[in-house]
Each structure stands twice: as structure tokens, then as C-alpha cells.
T-cell receptor, first 111, second 113 residues
Framework: GEDVEQSLFLSVREGDSSVINCTYT??????LYWYKQEPGAGLQLLTY???NMDMKQDQRLTVLLNKKDKHLSLRIADTQTGDSAIYFC???????????WGLGTSLAVNP | NAGVTQTPKFQVLKTGQSMTLQCAQD?????MSWYRQDPGMGLRLIHY???????DQGEVPNGYNVSRSTTEDFPLRLLSAAPSQTSVYFC????????????FGPGTRLTVL
């Protein structure tokens, strides 16, 4: 069935770039999303990319999509302590429009 | 706009008790959903609704009921709470099923003893 996988943990130093990776199985996926969850809060949409795009940039965020390898990444430039959170990759399946969620990557930013 | 609101924020139940988790949104969104979040399991869809009077099951619906009598409200009912239902519950809404952004509530942390 459809699946989305992410590494569970990432630790970076403040000021470095963070790269969070996601792989998915459904080649007919249409939209791919990155959500952020801060401690004790709900999820918030960070950015998304349509499947006919390779890259999307939004201030410190860069999303790269490799459709051939079914690989999505989120790069956060100049990572700050306020970026410490769990980042979820989610993919909208092409056929049934269902949203498939990864387990989330916990990003720790060390001063 | 208040966005998506959920009450209560925390709840402790005994096994067998029933309760309703409340969810409301003031954005006139058609699509609303309930998720549970458990460590190592990510987000799992419980039930969803594509409009008033229309609900459907997600991937883990057993033990939960929903109804959607108005566009604004989408309560989740636990009929007979079990320890396996200890979790954090999130309500989310979006303009439509296909719309890009889902707006999440702050969550309800439920413990069943």
C-alpha cells in the first residue's frame, strides 16, 4: 500500500542548514506537504509542492522533489532554536485523494 | 478568526466511561477530520466529514463515533473508553478535501485509566 517514510531524529547546530528527507511509494501523488509541530501544539502547514515541480523556495525553506526516486526533502537554511520541532511529510495519493503521513522527524537545534 | 478550537485540552477517563471531544471551526470549511497521534505511529485518521450531514470512516474508526449537524462543529464521541484510546487527538479542517492546507486545532490529550 501507500507509505511515507522519514528518519525519526535530526540534530544540528544553530546557524547550520538542516535537511529533512522523506520517501514515498505512490508514484501518482499529486501534492506533497511539509507540516511543522511545535511542542504541545497542533500541526501547521509549512510549505507544499505540486508533483510537476522540482523545487520550491520560500525564504529559509527549500523543498526539493525527485519524482524518479520518489524522494522529497526540506532544507532549512540558518537553522534557529525556534525551528526545533517535529516535521511531518505528507503526500496526497493520486487515485483516492487520501493524505498519507510520515511518522515525523524530530529536529533538535543545539546552540 | 479563532481558527480550529478543541475542548477540553486535557481529560482523564476511567475505562468504560464515555465522553465527547469538541471541535469547532469558524472558517466555513467543508472538510473536517479527526486524527489521533501516538508515539511511533504518527497521525492516524479516525473519521472525517466532507460537509454537514456527511461523515465517513478513516483508518482507525473503531470505538469512536462522529456526527456533523452543522458546518462549524464536528464532535468525536468515545462510547466506552479503553486504555488503548489514550492518545492526543487533533481536529483539522480545510476548505475542501482536495485543498492544500489543513488547519489543525491545539489537540486534546486523553488518558484512559
Amino acid at each position: 500500500g501507500e507509505d511515507v517514510e522519514q528518519s525519526l531524529f535530526l540534530s544540528v547546530r544553530e546557524g547550520d542548514s538542516s535537511v529533512i528527507n522523506c520517501t514515498y511509494t505512490d508514484s501518482s501523488s499529486t501534492y506533497l506537504y511539509w507540516y511543522k509541530q511545535e511542542p504541545g501544539a497542533g500541526l501547521q502547514l509549512l510549505t507544499y509542492i505540486f508533483s510537476n515541480m522540482d523545487m520550491k523556495q520560500d525564504q529559509r525553506l527549500t523543498v526539493l522533489l525527485n519524482k524518479k526516486d520518489k524522494h522529497l526533502s526540506l532544507r532549512i537554511a540558518d537553522t534557529q532554536t525556534g525551528d526545533s520541532a517535529i516535521y511531518f511529510c505528507a503526500v496526497r495519493a493520486g487515485n483516492n485523494r487520501k493524505l498519507i503521513w510520515g511518522l515525523g522527524t524530530s529536529l533538535a537545534v543545539n546552540p | 478568526n479563532a481558527g480550529v478550537t478543541q475542548t477540553p485540552k486535557f481529560q482523564v477517563l476511567k475505562t468504560g466511561q464515555s465522553m465527547t471531544l469538541q471541535c469547532a471551526q469558524d472558517m466555513n470549511h467543508e472538510y473536517m477530520s479527526w486524527y489521533r497521534q501516538d508515539p511511533g505511529m504518527g497521525l492516524r485518521l479516525i473519521h472525517y466529514s466532507v460537509g454537514a450531514g456527511i461523515t465517513d470512516q478513516g483508518e482507525v474508526p473503531n470505538g469512536y463515533n462522529v456526527s456533523r449537524s452543522t458546518t462549524e462543529d464536528f464532535p468525536l464521541r468515545l462510547l466506552s473508553a479503553a486504555p488503548s484510546q489514550t492518545s492526543v487527538y487533533f481536529c483539522a479542517s480545510s476548505y475542501s478535501l482536495e485543498y492544500n492546507e489543513q488547519f489543525f486545532g491545539p489537540g486534546t490529550r486523553l488518558t484512559v485509566l
